[in-house]
């Protein structure tokens, strides 16, 4: 699975933008896809989850209510919509994904990761 991460920019607090993620190769139904970010310095740490299959979905406390997580089977296409951005959310997002059917939030979990595309919130 090649997964690749597009959408980000440098926008305003309290602005919206939507990330997407592209998957090309074998995409199972029993496939969990995710969001990261991270600072300079600082672990990658969990944004959100979707399972492939149902759509359930999870989000870091962080974010939760602010960003929405979504897919497009049809366009193999993972979505984080993200509204009322803050400073605090400027970071390097990543795509992740992972074989099974549990919305696990660690890094280490991940098999396939994207290349990050950079979110700048100025304040």
């Known amino acids: 699975v090649q997964l690749q991460a597009f959408g980000g920019g440098l926008v305003q607090a309290g602005d919206s933008l939507r990330l997407s993620c592209a998957a090309s190769?074998?995409?199972?139904?029993?496939?969990?896809m995710a969001w990261f970010r991270q600072i300079p310095g600082k672990e990658r740490d969990f944004v959100a989850a979707?399972?492939?299959?149902?759509?359930?979905?999870y989000y870091a406390e962080s974010v939760q209510g602010r960003f929405t997580i979504s897919r497009d089977n049809a366009k193999n296409t993972v979505y984080l919509q993200m509204y009322g951005l803050k400073p605090d959310d400027t970071a390097v997002y990543y795509c992740?994904?992972?074989?099974?059917?549990?919305?696990?939030?660690?890094?280490?979990?991940?098999?396939?990761w994207g290349q990050g595309t950079q979110v700048t919130v100025s304040s």
């Open positions: 190769g074998r995409i199972d139904s029993d496939t969990i």
């Open positions: 979707i399972s492939w299959s149902t759509a359930n979905y």
């Open positions: 992740a994904a992972r074989s099974g059917v549990v919305l696990v939030t660690m890094q280490e979990e991940y098999d396939f």
